[in-house]
């Protein structure tokens, strides 16, 4: 019988194991075996070839078809988060390692790393200052009062 509850059984597995690993993909490989499945028993499939054409067939028309219909109705969960690293840093104190003057750009220690940095006022090395803003490779900070 060209090993239909193979088929059957495989076809419910995949289409369960779309509970556990979820990402829409999987149960329409189960379906794809379900339809060879019930092909060999109403005598449309003979051969293990034209089993296995049937079922990469069916499971790309399957996902073609189905997926794009399915996802409409049931959306994923997803996040979107603030990719602007200037205004996450925006606020936050660094630690000024170069005399910044208004007419000379110093450098400041920010995330492990330090930058150039320019100010309206004199801000002594040592001190702390606040990041207003980035221009180019630039912050423009001001002094902690």
Same mark, same amino acid.
């Given at each position: ?20 690993? =979820? ?5 329409? !490989? ?22 296995? !054409? ?9 996902? !073609?078809? !189905? ?34 003057? =208004? ?39 001001? =002094?902690?009062?």
């Amino acid at each position: 019988m060209l090993n239909l509850y193979i088929w059957a059984i495989t076809g419910l597995i995949l289409i369960l194991a779309e509970m556990i690993i =979820p990402g829409g993909v999987i149960i329409f !490989l189960g379906l794809g075996c379900l339809t060879v499945a019930s092909s060999i028993y109403f005598g449309l499939i003979t051969n293990v070839v034209t089993a296995f !054409l049937t079922f990469f067939i069916s499971s790309l028309a399957y996902l !073609l078809i !189905l997926r794009s219909f399915f996802m409409k109705y049931f959306e994923g969960d997803s996040v979107i988060e603030n990719t602007d690293e200037d205004i996450e840093a925006a606020n936050s104190i660094v630690q000024v390692i170069e005399l910044i003057t =208004p007419y000379k750009a110093g450098r400041v220690k920010f995330r492990d790393s330090t930058w150039v940095a320019e100010s309206d006022y004199e801000i002594a090395s040592g001190e702390k200052a606040i990041i207003k803003k980035r221009v180019g490779n630039k912050w423009i900070v001001d =002094p902690v009062k």
